[in-house]
């Protein structure tokens, strides 16, 4: 694809990430927070059956030759550090990285704040003050290095690890078995927990919330989409964000690989139009500042995940949206580390006393 190609489908597909981001309600924090604040699973079953819908469909276009899995490096003690300081900072932040950018959108200044503070951290994090934080925690050698496979197995584009290639198996088998289990999981719990949404079907896409196995089925559909037009790339937010403050700074447009407009900022620039989009046709956009306790909050949660995105390698959509459905090793350690980040950071907020 050409440069302008390039740019034109990222925002194209941004544009529609962020509509279903915002009538999904779509959230990790909220996801994973809720279920141990209220006990409310509605959100996390909404990942799940994005996660599984992408799961299926990244391997069915690896097995016909349209992409290659490309899970990210195995950097274990990364993953663990950079997983659970993400975790913290979204909870403080109120949004996680695809919340907090959608909720810009909406037009909560809070959200603002924290995505201001999500670039800062990452670009100190990449470049500046804490780079050798990095470099530490993914060294080319010594007990930190990446793990890596001699054998990736069938589908792999790199040596890094999956579940499939770690135990010796067909990719599919696993793919079966969780997909399985989720998706039986996922239509035992929904019978009589919601009720059908009244009016037409402009006042059901455009007026009402989606219900969450609408909401996590487009996910997917985008995430493969995403995954096929942009072949090496799944869908991600934080890159995106980093690359715009940087191209602010410097000046010079982000790129990718050789040359090409790097898509990802063009995607979260895409996500806050289409956010925007359907917030002002649901009558639900308009500019909230929370006081300046709370911002000063969402600014630290958005520096911590700024920081935990660049050295566990990716945010939560990296991991737990687009690399868990590749069976990434580095993914399942990383988001697991998010989740319990956030439980510990809801925990101490919320529920402590």
């Not at 050409?2 to 996801?31: E, K, P, W, Y």
């Not at 599919?172 to 009244?198: F, H, S």
């Not at 990716?314 to 737990?320: D, R, S």
Request: net charge positive.
């Amino acid at each position: 694809m050409t440069d302008t190609s390039l740019m034109l489908a990222g925002l194209v597909v941004g544009i529609i990430f962020g509509f279903v981001l915002q009538r999904g309600r779509f959230c990790m924090n909220s996801a994973f927070r809720d279920i141990v604040l209220m006990k409310e699973y509605t959100l996390l079953k909404a990942v799940a059956m994005a996660i599984v819908v992408q799961m299926i469909g990244f391997h069915l276009m690896a097995t016909m030759g349209y992409i290659q899995l490309y899970p990210k490096t195995f950097y274990w003690g990364a993953m663990i550090f950079g997983g659970f300081i993400f975790g913290i900072g979204m909870v403080l932040a109120a949004g996680c990285a695809s919340g907090t950018t959608y909720r810009v959108g909406e037009g909560m200044v809070g959200s603002f704040v924290a995505l201001l503070g999500f670039m800062i951290g990452g670009l100190v994090t990449k470049g500046g003050a804490l780079k050798d934080l990095t470099l530490y925690l993914q060294p080319t050698e010594g007990a930190l290095k990446a793990i890596t496979t001699e054998n990736a197995g069938p589908y792999v584009g790199n040596a890094n690890l999956t579940l499939a290639n770690v135990f010796g198996l067909d990719p599919w088998i696993l793919v079966v078995i969780i997909a399985g289990v989720v998706l039986a999981v996922l239509v035992w719990k929904r019978g009589g927990e919601e009720t059908k949404a009244e009016g037409t079907l402009y006042e059901k896409i455009f007026k009402t919330g989606w219900n969450w196995w609408i909401t996590g089925i487009i996910v997917g559909i985008i995430g493969i989409i995403a995954f096929y037009t942009f072949q090496n790339y799944a869908l991600g937010i934080s890159g995106g964000w980093f690359g715009f403050l940087n191209a602010l700074i410097t000046g010079e447009l982000p790129r990718l690989g050789s040359g090409m407009l790097n898509w990802f900022t063009f995607l979260v620039i895409g996500v806050v139009i289409g956010a925007a989009v359907a917030a002002v046709i649901a009558g639900e956009f308009k500019f909230r500042a929370p006081d300046a306790k709370r911002l000063l909050q969402q600014f630290v949660g958005g520096v911590l995940m700024g920081i935990g995105a660049v050295v566990g390698t990716a945010c939560n959509i990296g991991h737990i949206l687009s690399g868990v459905p590749q069976l990434a090793l580095s993914s399942i350690l990383g988001g697991a580390f998010i989740i319990l980040g956030c439980w510990v950071a809801a925990y101490i907020m919320f529920m402590r006393g």
